[in-house]
């Protein structure tokens, strides 16, 4: 019952994620691999999104400039994620809410 309430409420938009899906714990994913993809996503859908959760370093953007432009357009929480604590902790310093370390374990992802 908890499941189905958890994917009716918290929509998730995932920016770069590998290896597996988010949407195993019952939450409603958008799924991006491209920065600008991203952002075009937000904008249309404003109110669409509870959480963001995105790599530091994306194909088409500095992941810390993807950031900047979440923080300046829309208020939503960010989750960081990279290999190295000190990177993402840079994203803390500079806006995101959270990290996780890759690779991500999923008790992490229910924590959030």
Do not use: Q
Not at 58 to 65: H, Q
């Amino acid at each position: 019952m908890l499941r189905t309430c958890l994917y009716e409420e918290v929509n998730i938009l995932v920016v770069l994620m590998d290896g597996w899906l988010i949407s195993d714990l019952f939450f409603s994913v958008t799924k991006c691999n491209r920065a600008e993809t991203a952002l075009s996503v937000l904008r249309e859908n404003r109110n669409g999104f509870d959480i963001i959760i995105k790599d530091v370093h994306m194909p088409d953007k500095d992941g810390f400039k993807l950031l900047e432009h979440i923080g300046l357009e829309m208020d939503l929480p960010v989750i960081m994620m990279y290999d190295r604590k000190h990177v993402v902790m840079k994203g803390v310093t500079h806006g995101a809410c959270d990290y996780l370390i890759k690779p991500v374990r999923i008790e992490a992802l229910k924590n959030i």
